[in-house]
T-cell receptor, first 115, second 116 residues
Framework: AQSVSQHNHHVILSEAASLELGCNYSYGGTVNLFWYVQYPGQHLQLLLKYFSGDPLVKGIKGFEAEFIKSKFSFNLRKPSVQWSDTAEYFCAVNGKNTGGFKTIFGAGTRLFVKA | GAVVSQHPSWVICKSGTSVKIECRSLDFQATTMFWYRQFPKQSLMLMATSNEGSKATYEQGVEKDKFLINHASLTLSTLTVTSAHPEDSSFYIC????????????FGPGTRLTVT
């Protein structure tokens, strides 16, 4: 079945460590890609998005993601995490082939950063 | 930025009663709003797409008679959980699309429903 896959369900890092969260999707055609963050007790916030153009996208709070079309991937990265990055991260995709541009979410990755 | 609010933020109700959850776009008009459900430690599952002035489109497996959606204005969509059961306990999140041609959604803070 077509889906959005996030490979890591739980990640634990120490402060200053580098972060990479994997996201793969299986929808063909043109897609729009998103990473959202949900801090404890708060609502979803958009970290970054890719619609077209430069496949390396920079978002808020020092996050970036790279769209690799050949690998159907949109991995999220941050060179040096902080304790305040502890949150759940969701990759999401929409496009013509997700069913009328509906946004499909991955299962989420829960990140815990140790101080 | 675009702000979406939900009311109430949490609600407890008894089995068999109905609960209404409101989703409002505060500083923009939203022709399309979406309702999601998020179980603990799981992802967001799209329940339905709410279009202003027309019937909502429900995802497969979602009972439209149980989850009534009304999008009466460009800034308000409501989700009513009818005859609630404990298994309906969940986190309900709405989002709004800024414009008909936009692929970007803005999310509300969610409503936690507990059915006892």
């Amino acid at each position: 079945a077509q889906s959005v896959s996030q490979h890591n369900h739980h990640v634990i890092l120490s402060e200053a460590a580098s972060l990479e969260l994997g996201c793969n999707y299986s929808y063909g055609g043109t897609v729009n890609l998103f990473w959202y963050v949900q801090y404890p007790g708060q609502h979803l916030q958009l970290l970054l998005k890719y619609f077209s153009g430069d496949p390396l996208v920079k978002g808020i709070k020092g996050f970036e993601a790279e769209f690799i079309k050949s690998k159907f991937s949109f991995n999220l990265r941050k060179p040096s995490v902080q304790w305040s990055d502890t949150a759940e991260y969701f990759c999401a995709v929409n496009g013509k082939n997700t069913g009328g541009f509906k946004t499909i979410f991955g299962a989420g990755t829960r990140l815990f950063v140790k101080a | 930025g675009a702000v979406v609010s939900q009311h109430p933020s949490w609600v407890i109700c008894k089995s068999g009663t109905s609960v209404k959850i409101e989703c409002r776009s505060l500083d923009f008009q939203a022709t399309t709003m979406f309702w999601y459900r998020q179980f603990p430690k799981q992802s967001l599952m799209l329940m339905a797409t709410s279009n202003e002035g027309s019937k909502a489109t429900y995802e497969q497996g979602v009972e439209k008679d149980k989850f009534l959606i009304n999008h009466a204005s460009l800034t308000l969509s409501t989700l009513t959980v009818t005859s609630a059961h404990p298994e309906d306990s969940s986190f309900y999140i709405c989002s709004a699309r800024l414009a008909a041609s936009s692929y970007e959604q803005y999310f509300g803070p969610g409503t936690r429903l507990t059915v006892t």
